[in-house]
């Protein structure tokens, strides 16, 4: 059976539509993998000689067991943000004579095979070679090893149930973050000494290995716990049944006064109110109000002249940034009905440009108080802003006519990383790279002034061709139109 589920899923891959789409964005990852198992390589074999190095008078081996602790907090805060539980499309599968254990066993097992549990073995195999180098112990070594694969496997599971516990709320990480900072807490304190129970527990399995039988336990708890959770969600009834709220209407009035677009920025706003994934949209908005306050009090961010551009760009368009990448897959679910209506294309984008542009207006306003460190930092805000409205915000919706991925919106919002494609991860470049270049550039060349009137004139340019950009656009939006809807219809 096991045989066949595989069969499935790599038939599935490969004929999905999306697979010759991104093979641009799989080269990227496949580099940026390669670089992460080079750099846990590295470390794995330059951690031995640095801590003998730095550290003459202690054992390398029983420092790096005092550092497991903190190891497996961040390890299950990226897990949380970054792995999701290995599904495949069941539902078919439930009208079939297969048992569901049969199914949830493959799906847990499936997860052991994730890139998170193998990633650590690029640093801790080699750092066992030096080990050995060194006239430990082989045994010893090799029982280490299998106890730090124990305690990955363990993370894996916990992690999943984690979500499942935290899965209905819209800001799920804050409980997970309060744990680890609780933790962290009394351990840097001194109250209870984590970091030492845990590297105390790893140094005795390694003196005596009979006591594997403890981490395996846990183990084995877990995965039964998971085993549980999921067979309990495993049923047809539950798959297709739909829950019900009561609406709850909202006075849009006021945006009547934007003419034959009303109904389209009513309807993305009515969407921000009422989804999970949508909601970011404005809770980032405090994010990006408040980011300045990260760099701008430490006077070494105040001297670095060209940040200002990259903070006045982040700060003021951050509902821009955010809302942005994602047109029109907000609308994804709906799109085919969307586009069989009556109406103008360009409506539709015109909404979607003038939410982004009332939101770097409403920002700036709102930052103004960065005055207070200085009267450079507000005019450069001032011309990021310009910037935004004028270039940004078209270059985000022709980046927008590329997007191919259906996006949930019942799903958690925070770091949420479901629909994401090749767009959302380059887009950052002319977002972001290019004005902040722009500006540092002239900065170092000339001089402050003629870089903020660059970024101005700039801005300046792009709203005074607004019209005819956006006529470019929807072309691109109407040709790419058939395309959406199929994409959109496919099942990500």
Do not use: C
């Not at 495993?234 to 297709?240: A, M, P, R, T």
Request: charged share 15%; aromatic share 16%.
């Amino acid at each position: 059976m096991i045989k066949h589920f595989l069969s499935l899923e790599w038939k599935q891959y490969f004929r999905s539509p999306y697979w010759k789409r991104g093979i641009g964005l799989k080269i990227i990852i496949g580099f940026f993998g390669l670089w992460i198992i080079a750099s846990f390589l590295i470390m794995g074999l330059a951690i031995f000689p640095v801590l003998k190095d730095q550290f003459p008078n202690s054992d390398p081996f029983l420092m790096v067991n005092g550092f497991v602790f903190y190891w497996i907090l961040v390890d299950l805060m990226m897990r949380f943000f970054l792995q999701k539980l290995p599904v495949m499309s069941v539902k078919p599968l439930l009208t079939l004579p297969i048992k569901r254990s049969q199914i949830v066993n493959y799906v847990l097992g499936k997860s052991g095979i994730s890139a998170f549990n193998f990633l650590p073995l690029f640093a801790i195999i080699p750092f066992s070679l030096m080990l050995l180098k060194n006239k430990y112990d082989t045994s010893v070594v090799l029982v280490w090893i299998f106890t730090l694969i124990i305690i990955t496997l363990i993370t894996n599971f916990l992690n999943f149930i984690i979500e499942s516990l935290t899965s209905k709320t819209d800001l799920s990480f804050l409980p997970l973050i309060a744990v680890i900072a609780i933790l962290y807490g009394l351990n840097y304190f001194e109250i209870i000494s984590f970091s030492d129970l845990i590297s105390n527990g790893v140094l005795s399995i390694t003196e005596n290995p009979v006591f594997i039988v403890a981490p395996i336990a846990i183990l084995i708890g877990l995965y039964y716990y998971n085993f549980k959770i999921l067979k309990s969600k495993l049923f047809i009834d539950i798959s297709v049944q739909s829950k019900s709220k009561d609406a709850k209407t909202t006075n849009l009035s006021w945006t009547k006064r934007f003419g034959d677009i009303a109904p389209f920025m009513q309807l993305d706003l009515k969407l921000m109110m009422r989804n999970k994934r949508a909601k970011s949209t404005f809770l980032i908005l405090v994010v990006g109000l408040f980011y300045g306050l990260f760099f701008y009090p430490q006077p070494m961010y105040r001297d670095i002249v060209f940040m200002y551009a990259f903070i006045g760009i982040f700060s003021t368009g951050t509902f821009l940034i955010n809302y942005g990448q994602f047109i029109p897959a907000w609308d994804s679910s709906y799109y085919k009905m969307l586009m069989s209506q009556n109406f103008k294309y360009e409506q539709y984008l015109k909404s979607k440009f003038t939410l982004m542009a009332i939101s770097v207006v409403i920002l700036f306003l709102l930052g103004i108080p960065y005055v207070y460190f200085g009267s450079k930092i507000l005019i450069v805000h001032f011309a990021a802003a310009i910037y935004n409205i004028g270039v940004n915000t078209h270059v985000i919706l022709l980046g927008g006519s590329y997007n191919r991925k259906k996006i949930n919106l019942d799903e958690r919002a925070a770091f949420n990383f479901q629909g994401t494609g090749a767009v959302q991860w380059l887009i950052g470049i002319p977002l972001m790279v290019i004005p902040m270049g722009i500006f540092g550039l002239i900065n170092w060349l000339i001089g402050f002034e003629i870089a903020v009137a660059v970024l101005i004139t700039l801005g300046l340019i792009g709203i005074l061709l607004h019209k005819k950009i956006m006529t470019t656009i929807t072309k691109k939006y109407v040709a790419s139109k058939y395309k959406m809807i199929e994409a959109f219809s496919q099942d990500n």
